[in-house]
């Protein structure tokens, strides 16, 4: 957390990989004990309700339908730090499952999925308000069977997230979807794994090893890419220089819009007064010169840029 501090990140959503029930029990409770220190901001459930079609790096013999049960005991072991469930909503109990979420306050965002254009609509009537890593792991936009892409980037009521690291997204997709949902829609995010800011090598991602070549994590079985080593600094000087989004549209894409998806936006996503003081100093190439936290400077900043912030 220390690492993505650094590169600008001051609010953290802890996201699981898919495991075994007992040990899915186990790494939410632990979190959640993080979430009431402060250090994250929620826990996302990333799988085990998933599509095996779709299930990227998730191993998909642990995967399962979303079960009534099987939610209300994670809920009751995140002890109310489960912000956000992932779920391929074409599953059996999926759409029930959306509104059980929805019902304790819990984000359900759809994701993983190998859902029919018409399903998806389904899903977002049902009360699904996000897309999770939007292209990823979903099945593709086709001209007769549109699928969730376009269910998702046609709604309003609908986040669409991107991974911008130039390896998950052509940057013509990228584009396409701060076209197609405008910024105010998209959220900008790492997908980070245990590797960023670690370097090329060996890992494990729940049970499934990983290769980290020039900074692009993949499966070592099949190759599929699994996570990243994205930092938001760099997610968002990419939007700015690559994609030529408007820096104004960017800073909310990477910070004004997860806040108030996740709805925690009356403390955090924007300089204003009564928030707290989480900014992010950038030079005039974008990248970071400094961050605060909390009203304290955690990076050493320059002496002009302190004048200039806090004057």
Same mark, same amino acid.
């Given at each position: 957390?220390?690492?993505?501090?650094?590169?600008?990140?001051?609010?953290?959503?802890?996201?699981?990989?898919?495991?075994?029930?007992?040990?899915?029990?186990?790494?939410?409770?632990?979190?959640?004990?993080?979430?009431?220190?402060?250090?994250?901001?929620?826990?996302?459930?990333?799988?085990?309700?998933?599509?095996?079609?779709?299930?990227?790096?998730?191993?998909?013999?642990?995967?399962?339908?979303?079960?009534?049960?099987?939610?209300?005991?994670?809920?009751?072991?995140?002890?109310?730090?489960?912000?956000?469930?992932?779920?391929?909503?074409?599953?059996?109990?999926?759409?029930?499952?959306?509104?059980?979420?929805?019902?304790?306050?819990?984000?359900?965002?759809?994701?993983?999925?190998?859902?029919?254009?018409?399903?998806?609509?389904?899903?977002?009537?049902?009360?699904?308000?996000?897309?999770?890593?939007?292209?990823?792991?979903?099945?593709? #936009?086709?001209?007769?069977? =549109?699928?969730?892409? /376009? @269910?998702?980037?046609? $709604?309003? *009521?609908? %986040?669409?997230? !991107?991974?911008?690291?130039?390896?998950?997204?052509?940057?013509?997709?990228?584009?396409?979807?701060?076209?197609?949902?405008?910024?105010?829609?998209?959220?900008?995010?790492?997908?980070?794994?245990?590797?960023?800011?670690?370097?090329?090598?060996?890992?494990?991602?729940?049970?499934?090893?990983?290769?980290?070549?020039?900074?692009?994590?993949?499966?070592?079985?099949?190759?599929?890419?699994?996570?990243?080593?994205?930092?938001?600094?760099?997610?968002?000087?990419?939007?700015? #220089?690559?994609?030529?989004? =408007?820096?104004?549209? /960017? @800073?909310?894409?990477? $910070?004004? *819009?997860? %806040?108030?998806? !996740?709805?925690?936006?009356?403390?955090?996503?924007?300089?204003?007064?009564?928030?707290?003081?989480?900014?992010?100093?950038?030079?005039?190439?974008?990248?970071?010169?400094?961050?605060?936290?909390?009203?304290?400077?955690?990076?050493?900043?320059?002496?002009?840029?302190?004048?200039?912030?806090?004057?």
């Amino acid at each position: 957390m220390e690492f993505h501090r650094s590169h600008g990140t001051t609010t953290t959503i802890g996201s699981t990989v898919t495991m075994a029930l007992p040990e899915l029990e186990r790494a939410v409770e632990a979190m959640s004990a993080l979430v009431q220190d402060g250090l994250l901001a929620g826990i996302h459930l990333e799988g085990p309700f998933i599509s095996k079609a779709r299930c990227g790096a998730h191993d998909p013999a642990l995967l399962r339908e979303p079960e009534e049960h099987v939610i209300a005991k994670l809920l009751e072991r995140g002890h109310g730090a489960i912000k956000m469930v992932t779920l391929a909503t074409e599953l059996n109990g999926g759409l029930r499952a959306v509104r059980q979420l929805t019902d304790n306050g819990v984000i359900a965002a759809l994701g993983h999925t190998d859902s029919s254009y018409e399903q998806a609509r389904e899903a977002i009537d049902a009360g699904v308000t996000v897309a999770t890593h939007l292209f990823n792991a979903m099945r593709g #936009l086709h001209h007769r069977e =549109p699928g969730p892409i /376009a @269910a998702m980037l046609e $709604s309003e *009521t609908i %986040a669409v997230e !991107l991974v911008n690291d130039g390896h998950h997204l052509h940057d013509a997709a990228v584009e396409l979807a701060f076209q197609a949902a405008g910024h105010s829609r998209v959220s900008l995010i790492t997908d980070a794994m245990s590797a960023a800011g670690a370097g090329d090598g060996s890992y494990e991602l729940g049970a499934l090893a990983v290769n980290v070549v020039d900074g692009v994590a993949r499966l070592a079985d099949n190759g599929s890419i699994a996570g990243s080593t994205l930092t938001m600094d760099s997610a968002f000087r990419r939007a700015v #220089l690559v994609n030529e989004i =408007p820096l104004e549209q /960017a @800073a909310v894409a990477a $910070s004004g *819009t997860p %806040a108030r998806v !996740l709805g925690i936006d009356d403390l955090v996503g924007s300089l204003e007064v009564g928030k707290r003081a989480d900014l992010v100093v950038l030079d005039d190439r974008l990248n970071v010169a400094g961050v605060m936290s909390h009203g304290r400077w955690i990076t050493e900043v320059p002496a002009p840029l302190v004048n200039q912030v806090t004057s």
